[in-house]
């Protein structure tokens, strides 16, 4: 089992940034890839960005040059910088995890980000 706690998301006006930060625990080990996914009031869950063990990173057409994927294996932390935000950027963010052997996904509670306009 994979334990996922996200923190780091709240209020900002258009054109700020945040970081934000999902610490792992339990079995860590066996996780491989990690990344980000949002949900939109009324829209369905769309993935953001991940990062692989070996730190390659994929970015949604949406985010990319904005937003920054990065991990921190040491602290088993997988952090999402986003800069110059949108109005559109406005979802609850949720971490997710894969974990070997059999790419068992776990998730995260999500954290709420706002962007106002």
């Known amino acids: 089992q994979v334990q996922l706690v996200e923190s780091g998301g709240g209020l900002v006006q258009a054109g700020g940034s945040l970081r934000l930060s999902c610490a792992a625990s339990?079995?860590?080990?066996?996780?491989?890839?990690m990344g980000w996914y949002r949900q939109a009031p009324g829209k369905q869950r769309e993935w953001v960005a991940d990062i692989s063990s070996g730190a390659n990173t994929n970015y949604a057409d949406s985010v990319k040059g904005r937003f920054t994927i990065s991990r921190d294996n040491a602290k088993n932390t997988v952090y999402l910088q986003m800069n110059s935000l949108k109005p559109d950027d406005t979802a609850v963010y949720y971490c997710?995890?894969?974990?070997?052997?059999?790419?068992?996904?776990?998730w995260g509670q999500g954290t709420q980000v706002t962007v106002s306009s």
């Open positions: 997710n995890a894969a974990a070997l052997p059999l790419n068992r996904r776990f």
């Open positions: 339990g079995s860590i080990f066996s996780i491989s890839t």
